[in-house]
């Protein structure tokens, strides 16, 4: 079956590259943004942000998405936050539109475009394009809800295995959402996804990917995994002890919200509404969001040393911090 393009390829819209950081959830992209920012404005340049996050995109989403603050959202101009409801869907291939139009309204104003964040789905669209993939069949989609519903994902993991076994042996049984994708990818194109992105392997963004001439990619690695753990587990607790819980139990107030929504299956959320449903008590919900934090960023790294020709740091040791914001630096005087 003949499908139209997901998304355009996109080669070279810019002149000069965009500078894009990068890095595992509690990296520290948005305080070594906020640092290169403070430092263009001491030299008369302008920078504004975009968020490449999938779960700041939503309101109501704040402390537990790690949200940039109001103070720093004063200081400097944020993109792709706030943007929708927790009731919508946002995909990659709308973030690559967006941040590709930002980009040059930015650049149109006289001011420098910086694109911050680590879902990695987005980035793969903004610097390659999905080309491949059909956009979503709101019918097909909600049909295999109710299937997954009905016989569990576990099963239609196994239904994905007789059609494309090679994407279910890189998704666990129980990722409900990447699962019912790669079954619906099916039932419209009539092929698996794992043929269709191979057509066009550069575009997987997972093996061998490479960096376009356009993007400047500058990205933090912790090599103290622990440490990174620790951080992470450190800013879970903060985050229960100004009020996720509170946060949680606001948009569950929301009678058009549920489980099954994207924005409710974000890391951290879908433990606490499972606590709030009674399914789990609230040592196994704090344990379960901070396994499904660190199994995130697990996945980041992944797909971050996969890619070919990025400016790697760690953030963790004082003097490579300052070597990037030195190197991010260099990247304004272009």
């Not at 930002?102 to 669209?125: F, K, Q």
């Not at 061998?208 to 500058?218: D, E, Q």
């Not at 800013?235 to 229960?240: A, G, I, K, N, V």
Request: aromatic residues 6%.
């Amino acid at each position: 079956m003949q499908t139209e393009p997901y998304i355009q390829r996109m080669h070279a819209p810019e002149t000069i590259p965009v500078l894009c950081i990068v890095g595992p959830t509690g990296a520290g992209k948005t305080h070594l943004a906020m640092l290169l920012a403070e430092h263009a404005n001491s030299i008369g340049l302008t920078i504004e942000l975009i968020s490449m996050d999938s779960a700041l995109v939503y309101r109501g989403l704040d402390i537990g998405s790690a949200k940039p603050t109001t103070v720093e959202r004063a200081s400097v101009i944020h993109h792709l936050i706030d943007i929708l409801e927790p009731t919508e869907v946002y995909s990659a291939a709308r973030f690559a539109k967006d941040a590709k139009r930002l980009c040059e309204e930015i650049r149109n104003r006289g001011n420098i475009p910086i694109v911050v964040g680590g879902t990695m789905l987005y980035w793969r669209a903004w610097a390659h394009g999905l080309s491949s993939l059909p956009p979503a069949n709101p019918e097909i989609r909600t049909r295999l809800d109710e299937e997954g519903k009905t016989i569990g994902w576990p099963a239609m993991h196994e239904k994905l295995s007789s059609i494309d076994p090679e994407t279910a042996a890189r998704l666990k049984p129980n990722d409900s959402q990447r699962v019912q994708r790669a079954l619906e990818v099916f039932e419209i194109t009539g092929k698996p996804m794992s043929v269709l992105l191979a057509d066009s392997p550069s575009e997987d963004g997972r093996e061998g990917s490479s960096i376009p001439a356009w993007i400047n990619l500058v990205s933090l690695e912790p090599s103290d995994r622990a440490k990174l753990h620790a951080n992470l587990e450190k800013r879970f607790d903060e985050m229960l002890s100004t009020g996720f819980m509170d946060e949680v139990k606001a948009l569950r107030a929301n009678p058009n919200l549920h489980a099954d929504l994207p924005a409710i299956r974000s890391v951290g959320y879908r433990q606490a509404w499972e606590f709030l449903d009674n399914q789990i008590d609230f040592d196994q919900m704090r344990y379960k969001a901070l396994a499904a934090t660190r199994q995130l960023g697990k996945r980041q790294l992944t797909w971050l040393r996969a890619i070919a020709g990025r400016k790697t740091f760690d953030p963790f040791k004082l003097e490579e911090l300052k070597a990037a914001l030195d190197y991010c630096k260099s990247t304004l005087k272009k």
